[in-house]
């Protein structure tokens, strides 16, 4: 399992440089700069501030000069948040980030997973009819919707819950973001479950096993559950890089202090360093989730072998 591991790690270095390489190309490539205002610098000033970023230099030496820093742990300097590095903003706001991600992602995998279970065993029943209707309207509603719609229901009408905002550690305020980041990830884990679940329960080893009398609940927990979640955990790597790539969007609605509202910011602003260093962290959370998943997998399917 280690040298598995091993290659996977190796395989994944020409991974991470692709993924820089395109985004820094497209960055430089795309129209305007982080120096482009309604009231443009002096020449002289201009001219100093891109010589300070290595902007006046070629294309090909500024990639350069940024992946030997990359290869040194240095993500370089913020553009518009001149009183803080790359590798500082993101120790700012990648708490509370991770936070947020794993708490949905923790309680959208257990309500997805239940859910699942139970379309499955009342498959073609009232149970089963109301869970599609709750999966297909997590699925339809995209996040930024569903967070206004949330936000005026029970914030803004109701009253129940905070609007927005982020005081400080707060229950009542992670509420709604949760809900809006899990939503989506608990229909599609809901989805997987129930169609393996009703897969493995018309499986010849549990056949036999109901045929030599052992309860329902016993071979659901006994027979069906864990060939049932292989798919689901196949799923679960790149969700956990959905929800927390989606809590970029969250965050703004509803104006939470994590790493989503640097990363808007330095995209309408053309924060070169800021937007790369979010890419890479990105990049090499969604890797180790990956490989997180593959190992797991083996473990749940033993014809799984690594090669």
């Not at 090909?60 to 990359?70: A, C, K, P």
């Not at 991600?101 to 109301?130: I, R, S």
Request: hydrophobic share 55%.
């Amino acid at each position: 399992m280690i040298n598995y591991a091993l290659r996977r790690v190796l395989s994944a270095l020409p991974i991470m440089l692709i993924a820089i390489t395109v985004c820094f190309v497209i960055l430089r490539l795309a129209p305007g700069g982080p120096f482009d205002g309604e009231r443009p610098l002096p020449p002289t000033v201009l001219q100093n501030v891109m010589a300070h970023y290595n902007l006046d230099k070629p294309l090909w030496e500024q990639y350069w000069i940024y992946l030997s820093g990359v290869l040194r742990g240095d993500l370089g300097p913020s553009m518009t948040s001149y009183d803080f590095s790359v590798s500082q903003l993101l120790a700012i706001g990648m708490p509370f980030t991770l936070m947020l991600g794993m708490t949905a992602f923790v309680f959208a995998t257990a309500a997805g997973m239940l859910a699942g279970a139970v379309a499955a065993v009342y498959q073609n029943k009232w149970p089963d009819y109301l869970l599609v209707l709750a999966v297909m309207i997590g699925l339809i509603i995209p996040n930024f919707l569903m967070a206004a719609l949330l936000q005026l229901a029970f914030g803004v009408h109701l009253k129940w819950l905070p609007a927005g905002g982020w005081p400080g550690f707060s229950i009542p305020h992670l509420i709604l973001p949760v809900l809006v980041l899990s939503w989506p990830h608990a229909a599609r884990i809901s989805r997987l479950m129930r169609g393996s679940m009703i897969e493995t329960l018309g499986t010849n080893y549990v056949r036999t096993a109901r045929a030599k009398g052992l309860g329902s609940r016993l071979v659901l927990a006994r027979h069906a559950l864990k060939p049932a979640l292989i798919p689901v955990v196949s799923y679960l790597g790149p969700g956990l890089s959905y929800l927390l790539t989606g809590s970029l969007v969250v965050e703004n609605v509803f104006g939470l202090p994590g790493i989503g509202r640097y990363f808007v910011n330095a995209a309408l602003n053309r924060d070169y360093g800021l937007v790369l260093g979010t890419t890479i962290f990105y990049v090499v959370l969604i890797l180790i989730l990956n490989l997180i998943v593959d190992l797991v997998y083996a473990w749940l399917d033993p014809k799984v072998r690594y090669r």
